[in-house]
């Protein structure tokens, strides 16, 4: 942490853009912002219904979209750095990353697990992680609820759920174009147009465009050919009708990526199995390993994503009587091609481990879903929402391994190196493995949750959720590649002529009644405490994925959760300022988690039910608004997640055994932000505004091991960002220009370091924000 107690030292000079700004809306809760609203009157979705912040017993972060555009926070990766609690796991391709609430998440290949972290896209669950990491475009709002909160929200929430509210159209005509160039050739572009069309329909619609180098050069391919950049486009259109007693909103969204992202660097020098360093010649064609300041690659391959979705719902809210009857109709395709370098270097060479070895995986996902609910009006002894679930969620993927290796095995690696097939080395051999595998995941849910009114102070609130889950999965594989964990069913053929491995399918199903109780007082007018109980759940999985082997054929149980929270909500200053403070504690039994597992003496990773984990901790949030123009934003967490007791997979060696008392990955017990945003208003034909942010977080694991080696060499440093902005507005908002730096004093840092590179070496992957850069923003309303 090179420069982290500097940092830290001024932390309370830097800035943010305001997070915080919204009013009180119907009950779709996608109101427009209002810059001069204050923290008090903050109003989320959190319990299927608006309510103010400050009401809600749950502990909530919320993002305007302002702040996130602002920041030029175009994703949840972004949006990370400005949430306490909030951690990710940042993969090859999309299809591998994973979001973190209170140090719990779930990292795995498997096409048959879900996500422990919940994302709801205007009310439509998003089955798998990888469709989370779409841009965030034309955002009311991004709400965190943090702890279990799957009596409400149900599907994949057993830590936590990120609520993403889109604008709602609006009444007036009204749109905006935006253009921003940063540096290291990044280029990003933005439109909306907000139609009226009749005096109760209105369509709006939004586009964007960006494009990014990169920040690792590849030296194997042309010079100076930059990585892990991207091009992306997509857009929504959303219409609504709002009649006398029905609203109607129906949304169409696509988007496309290609990103060369993420190439990993070989942090690290050859190591022994005790993490001393060794001596092996394949660091002749590698980079010098610099840990996380290492910036090129060697590779004749470009890790990359080829990513296309698309989505439609219609949800529908009609008034009977005193009641609003909900419906929410959606589908979701989602395409995701994983292009992957599995050898890290730029050819086959003589020598054990030192075989090339290039992955692609296409897979194709589809998802329908529906709900049916019934709100009470609000304000009555029991205010209650009850409904009905249902999704389908069907993978399919076919996975290709294609490796060139030396005909001999075994050979000790020659220094200098020799490449396959040259003279002076055994000819090549070129082995390939195709596996078709996928899977069906059903869900069916009624749930129903109560809050009594007892007194104006006094409140309980009930919940109950009964949950049918359904999952079948398939697996086949013909490969002439050998050895554990890639060909467990047949040997090789002689004379390398591969068998196909034996059609596996297998099907599960689980039943689960989950809930939450809790009470809430107003102990002051402005300051309220609360208490919860919840009952959390994640449905059965598979450890479906290529190197399948039989040991990894068993279903997982469902992963369930006890969780307690006591929280106080404090409102101070006729509004302005909001304080709000939880601690909590959540025990975790049958944890679904990759980790690494020795078969027949090949290290694979297997998806298991890793036994019990336990969360605990602490945190605060906080929102000031001292005068119209300036507003402050800060969050503290304090999280202690670790395993209690290791459940050792069948087949798997006592070494194996993951030690009680072992931090969770992505877990870092400090994690904080603090930032303050300024608005000058000169009385001349511009107004300025200054702003800026920066956070602060302590080491995290890495890799969730057995292996205390790794994971030492696996732990992320602890670092410091601070990021500052200025411009320039019309005192009628009519158009900005938005100047900005990140990383201001360029701390590098890692976002994931795991084992398993070249001659025992450590592979990092570097971020955008590992690295100082600036731009300019331009933006025209009309």
């Known amino acids: ?222 010079r100076n050919r930059t990585v892990n950049g991207y091009e992306r486009y997509g857009g929504r259109i959303k219409a609504r009708g709002d009649w006398t007693n029905v609203k109607a909103t129906f949304i169409f969204d696509y988007y496309k990526n290609s990103d060369d992202c993420c190439a990993e660097v070989i942090g690290t020098g050859a190591l022994t199995g005790a993490g001393l360093p060794a001596t092996n010649p394949v660091f002749s064609v590698l980079p010098t390993p610099r840990g996380d300041e290492t910036r090129q690659i060697n590779q004749n391959l470009v890790t990359r994503t080829e990513e296309r979705g698309w989505g439609a719902s219609l949800q529908l809210d009609a008034q009977v009587g ?87 095995a075994g050979n000790p690696t020659p220094s200098p190196l020799v490449t396959c097939g040259a003279a002076g080395a055994p000819a090549s051999t070129f082995p390939t493995g195709v596996a078709d595998f996928g899977s069906v995941f059903k869900t069916t849910a009624l749930f129903g949750q109560a809050t009594f009114n007892f007194t104006e102070r006094l409140r309980a609130i009930a919940g109950l959720r009964f949950t049918l889950d359904q999952l079948d999965v398939f697996h086949s594989r013909n490969t002439t590649l050998a050895g554990p964990g890639i060909q467990p069913s047949f040997p090789v053929m002689p004379g390398g002529v591969g068998q196909p491995a034996a059609p596996f399918r297998s099907k599960t199903d689980a039943e689960n009644l989950s809930g939450r109780v809790g009470l809430q007082l107003d102990v002051l007018d402005d300051s309220m405490v609360y208490g919860m109980y919840t009952r959390g759940y994640k449905g059965p999985a598979f450890n479906v994925f290529f190197n399948l082997t039989q040991v990894g054929t068993d279903p997982l149980d469902p992963e369930e959760s006890d969780a307690f929270e006591l929280g106080m909500k404090n409102t101070l200053f006729g509004g302005k300022l909001v304080l709000n403070l939880a601690a909590f504690y959540a025990k975790y039994r049958n944890f679904q988690a990759n980790n690494p597992d020795l078969v027949a003496g090949v290290i694979v990773t ?62 870092p017990k400090w994690k904080g932000s603090i930032g303050a945003d300024y608005r000058w208003r000169t009385g001349g034909s511009v107004d300025l505004f200054f702003g800026g942010q920066a956070n602060i977080q302590s080491s995290q694991l890495g890799q969730f091991s057995p292996d205390p080696v790794v994971r030492e060499r696996t732990t992320i440093d602890g670092y410091a960002l601070v990021n500052l902005q200025a411009g320039l507005v019309d005192p009628e908002d009519r158009y900005r220009v938005t100047f900005q730096v990140r990383n201001l004093f360029d701390e590098s840092f890692a976002a994931s370091i795991v084992s398993g590179g070249p001659a025992g070496s450590y592979r990092y992957i570097i971020p955008r924000d590992a690295d100082r850069y600036y731009g300019v923003t331009a933006r025209v309303n009309f």
């Open 1 to 222: 942490m090179k420069s982290v107690w500097l940092t830290s030292s001024i932390i309370a000079l830097a800035a943010a853009t305001p997070a915080f700004a919204q009013n009180a809306s119907g009950q779709d809760g996608a109101a427009p912002e209002q810059a001069a609203a204050e923290p008090a009157d903050i109003v989320v979705t959190a319990q299927l219904r608006s309510e103010r912040l400050q009401d809600v017993p749950v502990a909530i972060t919320v993002l305007s979209g302002n702040a996130l555009e602002a920041q030029g926070r175009v994703n949840l990766e972004g949006a990370v750095n400005l949430i306490p609690s909030f951690n990710f796991l940042k993969s090859g391709t999309t299809l591998n990353q994973s979001l973190f609430l209170r140090g719990v998440g779930t990292s795995t290949f498997s096409i048959a697990g879900e996500p422990s972290v919940s994302t709801v896209l205007d009310g439509v669950v998003l089955a798998r992680s990888g469709e989370a990491f779409q841009e965030l475009v034309d955002v009311d709002r991004l709400e965190v609820l943090r702890g279990p909160q799957g009596t409400l929200f149900g599907k994949n929430a057993s830590a936590g759920v990120i609520n993403i509210i889109t604008r709602a159209p609006g009444k007036d005509y009204e749109g905006y174009v935006e253009a921003g160039w940063f540096s290291d050739d990044e280029y990003r572009g933005r439109m909306l147009v907000n139609v009226p069309v009749t005096d109760t329909v209105a369509i709006r619609a939004t586009g964007y465009y960006a494009n990014w180098d990169g920040n690792i050069t590849n030296v194997a391919l042309t």
């Open 322 to 408: 005193t009641q609003t009857v909900t419906s929410i109709t959606a589908y979701r395709d989602w395409r995701n091609t994983e292009i992957r370098d599995g050898d890290w270097l730029p050819a086959a060479f003589q020598g054990a481990g030192l075989q090339q070895l290039h992955d692609r995986g296409p897979q194709e996902s589809s998802t329908f879903s529906q709900e049916l609910r019934l709100a009470s009006p609000g304000g009555e002894f029991i205010d209650y929402v009850v409904g009905a679930y249902y999704s389908r969620a069907e993978n399919r993927r076919i996975f290709q391994r294609d490796v060139i290796a030396c005909n001999t």
């Open 606 to 667: 297997r998806f298991t039910n890793a036994g019990s984990v336990s969360t605990r901790g602490a945190e605060l949030d906080l929102i000031w608004r001292p005068a119209s123009d300036l507003s402050i934003t800060g969050g503290l967490a304090y999280t202690d997640a670790r395993v209690d007791r290791f459940q050792l997979p069948p087949g798997a060696l006592p070494t194996q055994v993951i030690p009680s008392g072992t931090e969770l990955a992505f877990a």
